[in-house]
């Protein structure tokens, strides 16, 4: 990783989302994207079963092109988070915006594109501070409220799609589904018993993780 500072420096914050890869039901790596993906070009050659890699904060599988030398593998991986960056309307601190004006605090905040009815504007251009302001102050009203719901169905749907993915023709699948998604922690962590630790303790990992970050 040393050899590449000033390129991995330029990169968008999605070529280091955190990943876990999976050779089989035994976990490999864990890490940065970039780092997952050098460790499984270091060994895919020695693996035995198929390698999977998941995006821990989705939970889906990432395709990686790992052909190629590694200059080549960090140029592809680059050019795929950036493309996703820009789908996605993401804008990071590397993106050409207009400079902020002298002592003017930066936010860490990203801009991506709302798409609102008029008499919408109209009103958010009447509240103070503006429109930006108001839609934070909406968002953080609404996750004070909802009671962590949101938070909950996404840690549901992040370790559903890595439990679909690896763990489909397991023993219990189907009633540690329909425990999680019942709420039912303790029933879900002993229908994966009898499952391969690494699955089971990913698992728990993804569930779990949403809720640790809401208390702190």
Same mark, same amino acid.
């Given at each position: ?98 400079? #902020? ?34 839609? #934070? ?5 609404? #996750? ?55 699955? #089971? ?16």
């Amino acid at each position: 990783m040393g050899l590449y500072p000033a390129l991995i420096k330029a990169m968008s914050t999605n070529f280091s989302i955190p990943c876990t890869a999976f050779s089989g039901t035994r976990r490999i790596a864990t890490g940065a994207l970039i780092d997952v993906a050098l460790m499984i070009k270091a060994i895919e050659a020695e693996a035995q079963d198929p390698i999977l890699t998941f995006n821990d904060l989705s939970g889906a599988v990432i395709d990686l092109d790992l052909r190629g030398s590694t200059a080549e593998i960090v140029t592809r991986l680059t050019r795929a988070s950036d493309a996703e960056a820009l789908a996605s309307g993401h804008r990071n601190e590397n993106t050409h915006v207009p400079s #902020r004006s002298r002592g003017r605090p930066k936010l860490g905040v990203i801009a991506r594109e709302v798409t609102l009815l008029p008499r919408h504007w109209e009103w958010l251009a009447k509240q103070p501070g503006g429109a930006s302001q108001a839609l #934070r102050r909406i968002v953080d009203e609404a #996750r004070r409220t909802d009671g962590g719901k949101a938070d909950r169905h996404a840690a549901h749907e992040r370790t559903y799609r890595f439990l679909s993915a690896l763990a489909g023709d397991l023993a219990g699948y189907e009633e540690a589904i329909r425990a999680l998604f019942a709420g039912d922690y303790e029933a879900f962590d002993s229908r994966m018993a009898t499952w391969p630790s690494d699955v #089971r303790n990913h698992a728990m990992k993804l569930l779990k993780k949403p809720l640790t970050e809401e208390q702190q």
